[in-house]
């Protein structure tokens, strides 16, 4: 494969637009495709809205729903894939928003989104999204902790503590859990960015909503 001339424009491929969607009367800060191939856009006019995409040269896309459902910016979209709730045959997608909470709705094709669960927990506006081997959600948000939540029970079922402020996340696929942090106010500056690495439980072990099911492992990457 021939490599291609970064700094030259000319030698690169260019996309073409195919269609602006409006709707959002807020900044858009989330974004996802479900399981059904619609485009899922949160923002900051506390929306969530769907999007029907069709091959280039078809039916133009269009708006097909939107959800009037937070209370505040919604920050965060994940794809539910199809079979993690019964609620959800064709699958759906979860929200996190500024009012600290997540949700999990159903999204079926030609019918209105359904809240199929209201995570509430948090202390802070939840702005990240992941999920972990095994089915489990883990929301990172700006109180500080992460948290792991049985989707199905709709329940916590352990607590990543010790972040400075925000936190992302990521499951990986051995089962462990990756957190990113915002870092801590020192003075006028902001300082420590660590990248954390949490071993999971063992089999069978967690729950209570403790932090005792994912423990940091030893060694911290920290930014400064």
């Not at 006019?45 to 459902?69: K, N």
């Not at 959600?137 to 079922?157: F, K, T, Y």
């Not at 990248?195 to 911290?220: I, N, V, Y």
Request: hydrophobic share 40%; aromatic share 4%; proline share 7%.
């Amino acid at each position: 494969m021939a490599a291609m001339d970064v700094d030259n424009p000319d030698s690169q491929p260019e996309f073409v637009l195919r269609a602006e969607l409006r709707g959002h009367e807020g900044q858009i800060r989330a974004i996802c495709v479900a399981p059904n191939g619609e485009i899922i856009t949160g923002a900051m006019d506390a929306t969530v809205r769907r999007w029907r995409l069709a091959p280039a040269g078809g039916i133009p896309p269009e708006e097909v729903g939107v959800v009037l459902d937070h209370d505040h910016w919604v920050n965060a979209l994940l794809a539910l894939p199809a079979g993690v709730l019964e609620e959800c045959p064709e699958g759906g997608f979860v929200t996190g928003c500024l009012d600290k909470r997540a949700r999990a709705y159903s999204c079926p094709t030609g019918a209105e989104a359904t809240r199929v669960r209201l995570l509430d927990g948090h202390d802070g506006g939840v702005i990240s999204l992941a999920w972990a081997a095994g089915g489990a959600l883990i929301p990172g948000s700006w109180d500080g902790p992460a948290r792991r939540w049985d989707l199905a029970r709709g329940s916590c079922v352990a607590t990543l503590r010790g972040h400075e402020n925000g936190v992302c996340v990521l499951g990986l696929p051995s089962g462990d859990v990756a957190t990113g942090s915002t870092g801590r106010p020192a003075g006028s500056a902001v300082v420590g960015f660590p990248l954390r690495l949490w071993d999971a439980p063992l089999k069978g072990g967690g729950g209570g909503g403790s932090s005792a099911g994912l423990q940091p492992r030893g060694a911290q990457a920290d930014h400064h």
